[in-house]
């Protein structure tokens, strides 16, 4: 049986609404039968679990949202945290005859929304990381995603969303996450961030193995000891340190390469017990086109440096400005608005606020924001969980500085040449 894909649309929309009234219902009765039993019921477990019985695209999203204790419950979080790498596991049955003929049977040792995670012994005695596609994924990812940019399309034509790019965003979006489905493409993306990252110090990147790899498995280095941690569990030099090399590391990847990783949550951002870090997989990550990476670099520069009049004109530059839009009055607001945030550490920045702030001063003065701007805002909102848990004293507005100076830089160096 085949359906269209409006046909499909509407059966993963129904069925969202099937789990979500399925699941209310049980929460009655099986609240009453742990009560019964003398049992306290587990919340935290129905809500992952519901997550999960929702879709892949709905993990996606409720992984993000684990890291946003400032945003949601600290319970919450911690039920949703679950999500990072303990979905339901599958048999590693898509693994090719090389895997399969390692030593012992493959050990499972992380369950994420779109792959599972297994160690394998290679014959030669050599562990290996074999992520493997789940079954199916395809199709119901993609049918999530479609529902999601219909969605944004209906939302588009509310009235108090009329003019911001709900639909761009939402296909750009449902762009980044279906292309966690390409292996190959995480493997290229991979192996970038290894070159790029391969003169930091204290930060790991695991290796590709391009023969063993298939269109349903990547296979990389097995990295020991990844444990995830808790800021009490690492000392006071040793947690900076590895936030300080986290921040780095995305900055360098951020506005020198113009690749942003928008799911560095704590079950692909690992910090060790000596302040280093491990950065795993590369599935969710977005390119930017070279105009909004230098102008994302100038932007955050100026912002850093508390010129407001500047972060203004370059949001101008790559927002769409219809005639009768107030330039002035959105230029005099995002200057106080700067102003105000400058010089904060993350204890006191709170970048969420910031954002909600920004793009409401956006709409309200009439100009439609610039969709590849929400990218480089994603991934440091993710991060910046890690960040205020582990060293809310870290200010890395200055951080970012030297990387900004080199971006901005290269691009007053390169313009001569190619005007040329």
């Known amino acids: 049986m085949t359906f269209s894909r409006g046909g499909t649309v509407v059966l993963r929309t129904a069925r969202a609404f099937a789990v979500l009234a399925g699941r209310s219902l049980l929460l009655g009765p099986a609240t009453a039968a742990a009560w019964l039993r003398g049992e306290r019921f587990e919340r935290d477990v129905w ?14 999203a ?57 160690r394998v012994v290679l014959p030669n005695g050599r562990a290996v990381a074999a992520k493997v596609r789940r079954p199916g994924i395809v199709w119901s990812l993609s049918a999530d995603l479609a529902m999601l940019e219909r969605g944004a399309g209906l939302a588009a ?20 996450i279906r292309a966690q489905l390409d292996f190959a493409r995480e493997a290229e993306r991979l192996e970038g961030f290894r070159e790029a990252l391969g003169t930091a110090d204290g930060v790991t990147v695991p290796g590709i193995h391009p023969g063993l790899s298939t269109e349903d498995v990547l296979v990389m280095d097995f990295l020991d000891g990844l444990v995830r941690r808790r800021p009490e569990d690492l000392g006071e030099e040793e947690r900076r340190n590895a936030v300080v090399r986290a921040l780095r590391a995305v900055y360098r990847m951020l506005f020198l390469d113009g690749v942003v990783h928008c799911d560095l949550h704590p079950g692909n951002l690992y910090f060790r017990e000596d302040g280093s870090i491990v950065i795993l997989d590369a599935g969710f990550t977005v390119r930017l086109s070279e105009s909004a990476r230098e102008k994302f670099a100038a932007f955050f520069y100026c912002m850093s440096q508390g010129d407001g009049e500047a972060c203004a004109d370059i949001v101008l530059s790559t927002a769409k400005a219809p005639p009768g839009c107030d330039t002035e009055g959105f230029r005099a607001e995002l200057a106080a608005l700067v102003e105000k945030h400058t010089g904060r550490n993350a204890a006191d920045f709170d970048l969420v606020s910031f954002a909600a702030k920004l793009f409401d001063i956006q709409r309200r003065h009439g100009l439609h924001a610039d969709p590849q701007f929400v990218f480089p805002i994603l991934s440091l909102l993710v991060l910046e969980g890690s960040v205020r848990e582990f ?14 100076v080199t971006a901005l830089m290269e691009h007053v160096v390169a313009a001569p040449r190619e005007a040329r």
Do not use: W
């Open 47 to 60: 809500l992952a679990d519901t997550v999960v019985a929702l879709g892949p695209a709905f993990v996606k």
């Open 62 to 118: 409720a992984q993000l949202l684990s890291t946003r204790a400032d945003i949601l419950p600290p319970r919450v979080c911690r039920a949703l945290s679950r999500l990072h790498d303990q979905v339901r596991p599958v048999p590693p049955r898509t693994m090719p005859p090389a895997l399969r003929l390692g030593a012992g049977e493959p050990e499972l040792v992380g369950a994420g929304s779109i792959a599972c995670v297994y």
């Open 157 to 176: 034509r509310l009235p108090m969303l009329r003019g911001v790019p709900v639909a761009a965003v939402a296909a750009q979006l449902a762009e980044s």
């Open 391 to 404: 060293h809310p004293d870290v200010d890395f507005q200055r951080e970012a500085r030297p990387m900004l």
